[in-house]
């Protein structure tokens, strides 16, 4: 449904992105994350026409943005960066102007979204007078106005309070089962985007350092959180299975293993094993390999 193919950017000579591409298959929701000027915002501004690449280039269902960018986006909605509205205007009133920029104003679809994002006893209201999730509401609605077939999202979920990021989680996910809505995003929310998301991109200095599904992080070991002693004993007892030791409290076992011999093992050895919990690897902790790596610069 999205492909990005080898975009590069540069802003004053300073690369922003560096042959960056990935693909988003229909009814997907994809994350991409980096740290703070890696790229991820530069990515979306290019998807949606509104920056320029030095060269690449972006397909929607097979239309290319820079060619035909206005065919192209008739199946995009979008939030992108901060999301502006006329503050002495209602958010009905609002919705109605920025509707009519892309497409006629449909009233009962227009109702049908207010309902859906939850927003319909407040929608005659000024928007200044909205709190900054019921912005975020709104401007979902004006994302999901006229129905897209894509939606694209810059740190949807920032500065909303956990009931907030819930909802706004629950929503989309909800788009995608019931509506094949395909979904890319940025957060620097992990714990949400692996709880969302079916594949991932990671940016680190303008190049994709990382892509694949969040399913694929499963290493060929696992991991357990051990509190034991004496500590001395574990390497010998470990290796008779394969096993490794990471730290004092994080030990490496094959997959193939049953952990309940090698505890087994450990307790007859001599160990006074106090907790034994599977750790497994999360997204968080790529993440964080991927930024300790020697190569790593942010503001490369």
């Not at 950017?9 to 300073?14: A, D, L």
């Not at 407040?122 to 004006?142: C, E, F, K, N, P």
């Not at 709880?195 to 190049?207: F, K, N, P, T, Y």
């Amino acid at each position: 449904m999205l492909e990005i193919k080898e975009l590069r950017k540069s802003f004053h000579g300073i690369p922003a992105l560096k042959d960056v591409s990935f693909r988003v298959e229909r009814g997907q929701i994809y994350g991409l994350l980096g740290h703070n000027g890696a790229g991820k915002s530069t990515t979306l501004g290019i998807i949606l026409g509104m920056v320029a690449p030095n060269s690449g280039d972006v397909l929607i269902d097979g239309v290319s943005v820079q060619r035909d960018r206005s065919r192209a986006l008739r199946k995009v909605g979008a939030i992108f960066e901060a999301p502006s509205f006329y503050e002495y205007l209602s958010g009905w009133q609002n919705l109605k102007i920025l509707m009519s920029y892309s497409a006629p104003f449909d009233e009962k679809l227009a109702r049908e979204v207010v309902d859906r994002v939850g927003l319909t006893k407040r929608i005659d209201s000024q928007v200044r007078t909205y709190s900054h999730g019921m912005r975020q509401r709104l401007a979902l609605a004006q994302a999901l106005l006229p129905e897209p077939e894509v939606l694209l999202l810059d740190e949807p979920t920032d500065g909303l309070d956990p009931e907030g990021i819930k909802w706004f989680r629950d929503f989309i996910l909800d788009l995608r089962q019931n509506r094949g809505m395909t979904v890319l995003f940025n957060s620097h929310l992990l714990a949400e985007v692996e709880l969302m998301c079916d594949r991932i991109a990671i940016l680190q200095g303008g190049v994709r350092v990382f892509e694949g599904p969040l399913k694929g992080l499963e290493e060929d070991h696992l991991r357990y959180e051990i509190d034991a002693t004496p500590t001395t004993l574990i390497p010998a007892l470990l290796s008779a299975h394969g096993g490794t030791v990471e730290s004092e409290t994080v030990i490496h076992l094959p997959r193939e293993i049953d952990p309940a011999k090698v505890l087994h093992d450990l307790i007859t050895g001599g160990v006074q094993v106090r907790a034994f919990t599977p750790r497994h690897r999360s997204l968080e902790d790529l993440y964080m390999e991927i930024k300790n790596q020697p190569s790593y610069d942010p503001s490369a």
